[in-house]
């Protein structure tokens, strides 16, 4: 089988080309990318590639690496996921947002913003049990909301510094900074699960 | 208009205001974010060639949808100029995207409360856009109408599967009786004890006061100077007391045990028929608790609660007319302490329960964080963290043993003040009824009697006031059980399903397409047949669906679309049945199950006789490791027994499958973490177990499929190429890439 599955490849060239990745990922540093707010209120990169090459995209996602505790270094910055081409590719990685200028960092941190959008719930209005799902009624710093928990033990989290993020049936997230500065009847409420 | 979303009446105001035609909507679409990602209110309408988003404007945010917009701003899409839809998910929310020219537009922001309905929206809009008409009966809109399978009403929330009216406590409890049927004689013998019982604890006070005192020892007395009647008859309510409990306690254990045992096999059969995606949406653990822990607490309530509920209900009564027929004005002494004490138990429960809930977090998660560390001890010896692990362990300990102290606290707090609320009312009525005796309003005997009366009705007072907290616990658990019990399962058979007890292992895929999750589509238009008796493999990078087919063959996951036939018959018209008898697939990931290594191999067909056993496992070269066993065949396997090594493992597997003597026969991965030579014995194993079956290998080592006839190679779900190994070398294309980049790694292996 050893000599069957050894395959002359004289063309050196075409060897290369073949395994050649199409992308990889580099240090993305003020000098080596420019982010532009896109016609479409996203974002579009002007940015030299690992090979040396100018390349524009019209449209990157962002990424945190440490959304929880560290969400201003380790920036991952991609193309989009797409049905023809699957799982999107790394451009590269910010390691410190603050090494690019104020305007960037804006433009950066208002689309993460929109990524990681998790209401903080400010004021906690009742929280009801009925057949098993808490069903909870809170003042956030996006508005009023109701959600569902389908069993508060397994989907509160509680981080070791005290923050606790919360997660509903439908999956979205909602986080509370510091339990104890939520006012005594809020703190009360929640206190069974802590 | 398609049921996604109903148009809001203001919002059809509004359409017709733009000149939207209502009449030629084809759908719309209410989101919960505006389009700075907040919180918010958004409409989607697509009306012809057109998309239409309208935002809205109030003051604050108004809870159940927007009624009285302020401002509507609208935006007009032209659905020709847009492609490549594409739905972002972020963290708690969705972003709707499409390429309008050589730009990315945003539509829309949602939260996933409403991503699936935007995942439809997206998929009817692309559907549309091909041509196609989607009817208001399309399959993508079962999702939203799910109806519980008992009463056949819709859901409230079709994500929950939980019909509330068939989950009202009433029916519950209904439901529950039902397992007390097949126990009507224990039933009998503990309502009896319970009778009994309740009434021997009411005599004995009468018989221990009044009788005692008025009739035997007072000289006026019926049975004056009888002592010996006197004691006789409170000792013998004794006796009868005390047998009847015993009674009604083996009748109740023995009827206990029995319905623990059908509430766990009902469970666990229930989920056996469910499909994997169950278990892959529920974690094992909660399962398992559910099995367990759920059944328990429902036993506790149906045999322990409720007889104590009875029995309570009926002392509570009797004590109370007693009280009031042998001295009213000093029952209205005993009752006046009570509103305080139920007061204070209201209180200060909850916060008792709240400790015990406490309590109980902190002990599961030092199990947890006991049982993680356990499983784990190999990695923490490696890396030498044995101190930190104790560290971390002493801290859940230090967390366990607060939460302990606190539940202690509460308890030595709670149960002496309830005492001495108690002591008030006998106190009181010691003093009151000392002088009631004394000026011979009431003799000294009735008094007695009045006294353990008193007692008796203030234990049950303390029982009501909990006892709805039983009820909603144990309501809790029930509809838990019931939950996994009315889970319908995915995969199910048709009515007079095919059976086919000769199939040839003729395998047609036509046009599959399959998807985990809408956004990233698994298999798209796969087509391929595969002729019976011949031999096919699958390559292709981790991830590009090659599994699934293999899973989706096996019909363990329904098509999205298309449809797979084996001998010319859709395969969910054939019986599941035949389809897990006349496939076999042996995979990468192996697992054995406790028992000997004989039940192992015979799994798939209990009746094989040892000698089907022996030679099965010598096709599968397994014989000469087993013969070597200390027991051979009858060598007891799997977690917590003997360990084999993977190779082994594997073989005994490939064993398995060679039982049933398949059609079709599946190896995914089979070979992949084998060395070479073992490979090389399970390569010839499976070389004879392939022969006259049709097979589908997937590998990744090119070497496993070097006897298929037809090679496919899988890349983003679609058949990216396909044909023999000469042929694809030719083509230069993914497989050719594979080929060489594994000649090559052999190459510097070789030295070449």
């Known amino acids: 089988m050893a000599e ?12 290369e080309k073949l395994f050649e ?23 579009s990169v002007d940015f030299t590639n690992h090979k040396g090459e100018k390349e524009f995209l019209e449209r990157v996602v962002i990424f945190r690496s440490f959304p929880i505790t560290n969400p201003d270094e380790f920036i991952s910055v991609r193309e989009p996921d797409s049905k023809k081409m699957g799982r999107g590719k790394e451009i590269g990685m910010i390691r410190r947002l603050s090494d690019f200028d104020e305007e960037t960092v804006a433009l950066i941190n208002e689309e993460l913003d929109r990524r990681y959008f998790s209401p903080t719930i400010l004021k906690i209005r009742s929280i009801k049990e009925k057949f098993g799902y808490t069903y909870w009624d ?31 049936m439908d999956g979205n997230i909602f986080q509370i900074p510091d339990t104890k500065k939520l006012d005594q009847q809020s703190f009360k409420k929640i206190e069974i699960y802590l | 208009m398609l049921p996604l979303d109903k148009l809001p009446q203001w919002l059809e105001k509004v359409s017709a205001e733009h000149g939207i035609d209502t009449e030629k909507i084809i759908m719309c679409l209410g989101v919960d974010l505006d389009m700075n990602a907040s919180f918010g209110e958004m409409w989607l309408v697509l009306s012809e060639n057109k998309l239409y988003r309208f935002e809205i404007s109030c003051n604050g945010v108004q809870t159940g949808g927007v009624h009285n917009p302020e401002s509507v701003t609208m935006t007009c899409f032209l659905t020709e100029e847009l492609s490549e839809y594409t739905i972002d998910n972020f963290v708690s929310s969705n972003r709707f995207v499409a390429k309008r020219g050589d730009d990315t537009v945003i539509i829309a922001y949602a939260t996933n409360a409403k991503k699936q309905k935007l995942f439809a929206f997206m998929e009817i809009l692309e559907r549309t856009l091909k041509g ?19 009463c056949g009403r819709p859901y409230n929330d079709a994500k929950r599967k939980l019909c509330l009216s068939c989950l009202d406590k009433g029916a519950i409890y209904k439901r529950l009786l039902k397992y007390f049927a097949p126990f009507k004689m224990n039933l009998a013998v503990v309502f009896l004890g319970i009778v009994i019982q309740s009434v021997s604890s009411v005599l004995t006070p009468y018989l221990s006061g009044e009788f005692l005192y008025n009739q035997v020892l007072n000289p006026a007395g019926e049975f004056a100077g009888n002592i010996l009647l006197g004691v006789g008859l409170v000792y013998g309510m004794g006796v009868i007391y005390t047998l009847a409990m015993i009674i009604r306690a083996r009748a109740n254990a023995d009827m206990s045990a029995g319905m623990t045992m059908n509430m766990k096999s009902d469970i666990f059969s229930a989920m056996q028929k469910l499909s994997l995606s169950y278990f892959n949406n529920n974690q094992t653990g909660r399962l398992i608790t559910r099995v367990g822990y759920d059944s328990e607490r429902i036993r506790v309530f149906l045999v322990g609660t409720l007889p104590a509920l009875m029995v309570h209900l009926f002392e509570f009564v009797v004590a109370a007319v007693m009280m009031f027929l042998i001295n009213w004005k000093l029952s209205i002494i005993v009752f006046l302490p009570v509103p305080v004490i139920v007061v204070f138990v209201k209180k200060s429960f909850p916060k008792l329960w709240k400790s015990f809930t406490m309590r109980w977090r902190k002990s599961s998660s030092l199990n947890a964080m006991l049982g993680d560390s356990l499983s784990g001890i190999r990695v923490i010896k490696t890396f030498a963290k044995e101190d930190s692990e104790t560290f971390r362990f002493s801290g859940y300990v230090n967390a366990h043993s607060k939460a302990n102290l606190k539940v202690n606290a509460l308890r030595l707090m709670i149960f002496p003040t309830i005492g001495i609320l108690m002591s008030i009312s006998v106190q009181a009525i010691w003093g009151f009824g000392g002088f009631m005796v004394m000026g011979d309003t009431i003799n000294y005997g009735e008094f007695l009697t009045f006294i353990s009366y008193t007692t008796m009705i203030l234990n049950p007072i303390i029982f009501f006031t909990n006892v709805s907290e039983t009820f909603t616990d144990m309501a809790n658990s029930a509809q838990r059980m019931f939950e996994v019990l009315d889970a319908v399962p995915e995969i199910t058979e048709i009515e007079n399903p095919v059976s086919l007890p000769d199939m040839k292992g003729k395998i047609e895929l036509k046009n599959v397409s399959f998807s985990y999750n809408p956004n ?31 899973n989706l063959i096996t019909r363990l996951y329904d098509v999205n679309s298309g449809t797979i036939c084996i001998d010319g018959v859709d395969i969910k018209d054939i019986e599941i049945q035949t389809l897990r008898k006349k496939m076999a697939v042996v995979s990468q990931e192996t697992f054995l199950f406790r028992g000997t290594i004989a039940d192992n191999i015979r799994y798939g067909r209990p009746d094989a006789s040892e000698e089907e056993v022996i030679s099965a496992a010598k096709a599968a070269n397994a014989h000469d490791f087993i013969i ?22 594997q073989r005994i597997s490939i064993a398995r499958a060679l039982i049933l003597d398949p059609a079709v026969l599946i190896l995914d991965e089979a070979t992949a973490a084998m060395d070479t030579e073992t490979e090389r014995l399970i390569q010839e194993a499976l070389a004879r177990l392939v022969k006259g079956r049709t097979t589908i290998t997937i590998a990744h080592r090119l070497s496993t499929l070097k006897d298929c006839s037809v090679l496919y190679a899988i890349e983003n779900g679609e058949i990216a190429e396909s044909g023999s190994h000469s042929e694809l070398i030719e083509k230069k294309g993914i497989y050719y890439k594979l080929y060489t980049l594994q000649s090559q790694a052999m190459k510097k292996i070789i030295g070449c």
């Open chain 1, 4 to 15: 069957n599955m050894v395959l002359d490849i004289e063309n050196q060239d075409l060897e």
């Open chain 1, 21 to 43: 990745p199409s992308r990889i990922s580099i240090d993305l540093t003020p000098e080596n990318i420019r982010f532009m707010r896109s016609p479409g209120n996203l974002i």
């Open chain 1, 138 to 168: 809170v003042n956030t710093t996006s508005g009023n909301v109701t959600f569902v928990l389908n069993n508060p033990f397994s989907n509160i989290r509680i981080l070791e510094d005290g923050r606790i993020f919360i997660s509903d």
């Open chain 2, 132 to 150: 196609e008409t989607v009817t208001e009966e399309d399959q993508i809109f079962e999702q939203f109408n799910k109806f519980c399978p008992k």
């Open chain 2, 520 to 550: 990233r589509p698994i298999l798209k238009n796969i087509n391929m047949t595969i002729q019976p008796g011949t031999s096919i493999g699958l390559v292709g990078h981790t991830g590009a669906g090659k599994s699934t087919i293999a």
């Open chain 2, 628 to 649: 070597n066993l200390p027991s051979g065949y009858e060598t007891m396997v799997g977690v917590g027994a003997r360990s084999l090594s993977g190779g082994e493992q």
